[in-house]
């Protein structure tokens, strides 16, 4: 049995994997100039497609892929919810992709693209702005539509469904300021989010504006690792509000800070984002930025689908209301 794979036909013949599977599938939406350079390799490597896979391929279902980074989250698993509702109204397959932090952004796009997707919704919110290009270009050039779901990117030509998380990390601390709280910390993470980035920006100019300096403490969005850090917090440290970026760190935090003889909200208000079900499992329940999750994931299936199907489409930036749900964790 031959060893030669699609990865070593596309680079032979200097082509994405997607045309080479085009090619095989769809050769009528190859250029004839593509198409037999692409046949010439595949007859000189002695490649052998899977009739299976190709035949797989060829059957005329939609199939979406999602790029998620890590299932666990729970604001994940609401929006993946959303996603599968709308799908399933339109009869599509949904083809799951993780990027963990140690892969290459760029070969995992290709395998995707190898996929012979439909389109993508992509929910890993860890970007920069340089893999937002690569994202672009790779989908763009492949003939794939993609959106962005609660991922945000400056780049106006980006399809995005979100909320507006600059406006909701300023709504949650002017809470807590009017308050009367001061030394007001947001405990966001050591590894970088573009939601995240949102979030200490506004965070960031209500303290300003209140004439106060932003305290940003960086930890993990993993229990087990930021309970390490949040344990000798209060040794050296002045405070009396507290943000989590995720509910889960919030109320990581307030755990730790009671075992530290904190009384919340007596002495400490704490606040979260996303309203998971964290933020009611924790004692006291927690204040949090509600983050509409499943309609972000409903809402960005069905801007997909329209961009699937070349339909016109007004705003490709489509932003959620959010609001915040005041509990007991704060006065």
């Given at each position: 049995m031959s060893n030669v794979t699609i990865?070593?036909?596309?680079?032979?013949?200097?082509?994405?994997?997607?045309?080479?599977?085009?090619?095989?599938?769809?050769?009528?939406?190859?250029?004839?100039?593509?198409?037999?350079?692409?046949?010439?390799?595949?007859?000189?490597?002695?490649?052998?497609?899977?009739?299976?896979?190709?035949?797989?391929?060829?059957?005329?279902?939609?199939?979406?892929?999602?790029?998620?980074?890590?299932?666990?989250?729970?604001?994940?698993?609401?929006?993946?919810?959303?996603?599968?509702?709308?799908?399933?109204?339109?009869?599509?397959?949904?083809?799951?992709?993780?990027?963990?932090?140690?892969?290459?952004?760029?070969?995992?796009?290709?395998?995707?693209?190898?996929?012979?997707?439909?389109?993508?919704?992509?929910?890993?919110?860890?970007?920069?702005?340089?893999h937002v290009d690569e994202i672009k270009r790779v989908f763009h050039t492949n003939g794939i539509p993609f959106v962005f779901a609660n991922v945000v990117s400056d780049d106006n030509e980006v399809p995005m469904v979100s909320i507006d998380y600059e406006k909701a990390g300023y709504e949650i601390t002017r809470l807590l300021l009017d308050d009367n709280r001061k030394d007001v910390y947001l405990l966001s993470t050591a590894r970088r989010y573009s939601v995240n980035d949102k979030k200490e920006a506004g965070y960031s100019r209500a303290m300003a504006e209140a004439g106060l300096e932003p305290m940003i403490f960086r930890t993990s969005g993993d229990t087990n690792i930021n309970r390490q850090h949040f344990s000798t917090f209060f040794s050296d440290k002045k405070i009396d509000a507290a943000i989590g970026v995720r509910d889960s760190i919030a109320v990581s935090f307030m755990n730790i800070a009671r075992d530290n003889g904190k009384d919340v909200p007596a002495d400490l208000v704490v606040a979260g984002f996303q309203n998971t079900k964290y933020a009611l499992l924790s004692r006291p329940n927690l204040t949090s930025i509600d983050v509409p999750v499943y309609d972000i994931g409903a809402v960005s299936m069905r801007l997909l689908t329209k961009l699937m199907n070349q339909h016109d489409v007004d705003n490709i930036r489509i932003i959620l209301p959010h609001y915040i749900v005041k509990r007991q964790s704060t006065t």
């Open positions: 990865y070593d036909v596309a680079g032979a013949a200097k082509v994405s994997l997607a045309t080479v599977s085009r090619v095989l599938n769809n050769p009528e939406k190859v250029k004839e100039e593509t198409r037999l350079r692409v046949l010439k390799i595949i007859k000189e490597l002695g490649y052998r497609p899977n009739v299976i896979a190709r035949g797989l391929a060829s059957r005329k279902t939609t199939t979406v892929g999602v790029v998620i980074s890590d299932v666990t989250r729970a604001s994940v698993a609401a929006m993946l919810g959303g996603i599968s509702d709308i799908a399933q109204n339109y009869n599509y397959s949904i083809k799951l992709f993780a990027i963990r932090e140690d892969m290459d952004v760029t070969d995992t796009l290709q395998d995707i693209v190898a996929e012979q997707v439909d389109g993508v919704l992509y929910l890993n919110d860890e970007l920069s702005e340089k």
